[in-house]
């Protein structure tokens, strides 16, 4: 077991894609498989996901344990609270999300080569998810509240490039968009 936990983010309502993104399928697996199997080849583990309603044992895969988020219709938040309250043992968390299907391994990593510091990825301009935050802020996490998730927490945090960190599957364009890039998966 690492000392570094990841939670996948996973218990939006995806309104505007109209479908659970959760079990959209890109490069022949489903966004969430994808995220799993992303953390667990950075060496993060446990692997927690977060999601609304609980999934039959077996849904997410091995090795990796549902934390359920009964108050998931607050917004992103909460999610975020609910994970890091699951892994509040470990010494760092990575914390992404389940619609970002160009995350990679190598870059989970590189974000957690400074362990003391939080860590943002950089993409448009701007830092966000994936994110690692050291035990040392997960007070801040416990914290947050409302649809905003962790983005003031990371505006003057250490900052990674993420090639096309952009792609965040939100509308039936931008998994359309993301399953003919990596259409030659598998």
């Known amino acids: 077991m690492s000392d570094l936990a990841a939670v996948v983010l996973a218990a939006g309502a995806s309104r505007r894609l109209g479908q659970s993104k959760q079990w959209a399928v890109v490069g022949g697996e489903t966004l969430l498989a994808r995220a799993v199997r992303t953390a667990q080849h ?20 091995q090795g990796v344990q549902m934390v359920v988020n009964h108050e998931a219709s607050e ?35 590189a974000l957690t080569t400074a362990r003391r510091e939080v860590t943002a990825s950089c993409y448009a301009g701007r830092r966000g998810v994936p994110a690692y935050f050291p035990r040392a802020s997960f007070a801040s996490l416990l914290a947050l509240r409302g649809d905003s998730g962790a983005r003031d927490l990371l505006q003057q945090a250490r900052c990674l490039p993420l090639l096309l960190g952009e792609l965040d599957v939100d509308t039936p364009e931008d998994l359309a968009r993301a399953q003919a890039m990596f259409r030659s998966e598998r």
């Open 42 to 61: 950075a060496g993060l583990a446990p692997v927690y996901v977060v999601m609304a309603q609980a999934e039959p044992a077996g849904a997410l895969g």
């Open 75 to 109: 917004g992103i938040a909460s999610s975020v609270r609910a994970g890091v309250a699951a892994c509040a043992e470990a010494e760092g968390v990575v914390l992404l999300t389940c619609d970002q299907p160009t995350v990679t391994a190598e870059h989970l990593r």
